[in-house]
């Protein structure tokens, strides 16, 4: 079985709308989950809060965060 080959190397390019972040108790990474609407995101959140650790990322537009991020847990 042939290798796919290298791995792309460039960042990935993040879509406007609401992120949050979960990963396992005990870790620091995460995989970001991304949202339409800032309900739906605080929706999200409390789902994956009762067993991951939730990081609010808040509003991505235009390349960057508007809010700091904060934890729930």
């Given at each position: 079985m042939r290798s796919?080959?290298?791995?792309?190397v460039t960042p990935?390019?993040?879509?406007?709308?609401f992120y949050i972040e979960?990963?396992?108790k005990g870790t620091n990474k995460g995989m970001k989950i991304?949202?339409?609407t800032e309900?739906?995101?605080h929706d999200a959140a409390q789902l994956?809060?009762?067993h991951k650790n939730v990081?609010?990322?808040g509003e991505f537009k235009e390349g960057a965060f508007k809010t700091s991020?904060?934890?729930r847990k």
């Open positions: 796919a080959g290298r791995p792309p990935v390019q993040l879509k406007n709308g979960v990963c396992d991304w949202n339409a309900k739906a995101m994956y809060a009762g990081i609010i990322l991020p904060h934890t």
